[in-house]
């Protein structure tokens, strides 16, 4: 065929109307899927965890137990988490300090170091003295949650906890062979070599 003989029909009006139809239907179903993924998100963001959190040179000091968090934004743990956090911010905030560090931000590297931190979300519990009581790693339930920071504010052993309850554990700085990262997933990085 040749180009010279391609001819494009003429546009009719039920060719037309249909082409607006489809130009509208296109139109409805973007806007729907947006706002249907829109809606699908968690109405809580960690950032909006972060904006309540308490600043760690304030908890340190108050003399109140403290919950740290160790996350990161592109943690979908973390994200998940993150409505049941907020609301155990506001109902415990009175009597237990939350402090919110992202493990993307080399500011915290010192405390990122310090505890060890090698999988997020990792959350370290510390009494009124700033002594290492507790920590998990990984998606918790917030009854867990809750019952670690009731004990922690009663002073008593944290129920769900992998620091020994014998009060005498603590955490020391650790050798820089033994430093693993947060994207390391516990593997040091000596040992994938």
């Known amino acids: 065929m040749n180009p010279e003989q391609i001819t494009i029909p003429p546009l009719t009006a039920s060719n037309q109307l249909r082409?607006?139809?489809?130009?509208i239907a296109a139109i409805v179903l973007t806007t729907a899927l947006f706002f249907g993924f829109?809606?699908?998100?968690?109405?809580?963001?960690?950032?909006?965890?972060?904006?309540?959190?308490?600043?760690?040179?304030?908890?340190?000091?108050?003399?109140?137990?403290?919950?740290?968090?160790?996350?990161?934004?592109?943690?979908?743990?973390?994200?998940?988490?993150?409505?049941?956090?907020l609301s155990l911010e506001k109902e415990?905030?009175?009597?237990?300090?939350?402090?919110?560090l992202n493990v993307d931000n080399t500011k915290w590297l010192p405390e990122v170091t310090k505890y060890r931190v090698d999988g997020i979300p990792r959350f370290i519990f510390l009494d009124r003295e700033n002594k290492a009581i507790g920590d998990t790693t990984g998606a918790i339930p917030r009854e867990i949650m809750a019952a670690n920071i009731e004990a922690a504010i009663a002073n008593q052993p944290l129920p769900h906890n992998s620091i020994s309850s014998d009060r005498t554990s603590s955490i020391t700085e650790p050798k820089a062979a033994d430093i693993s990262q947060p994207r390391d997933h516990g593997k040091k990085l000596s040992s994938i070599n």
């Open 92 to 100: 415990y905030s009175d009597r237990m300090n939350f402090v919110m």
């Open 19 to 23: 082409n607006l139809l489809v130009a």
């Open 38 to 85: 829109q809606v699908q998100q968690s109405s809580t963001s960690l950032d909006a965890v972060a904006a309540a959190a308490s600043p760690i040179d304030e908890a340190l000091a108050n003399g109140k137990p403290t919950t740290i968090e160790f996350y990161a934004d592109w943690c979908s743990s973390c994200q998940s988490m993150a409505a049941d956090n």
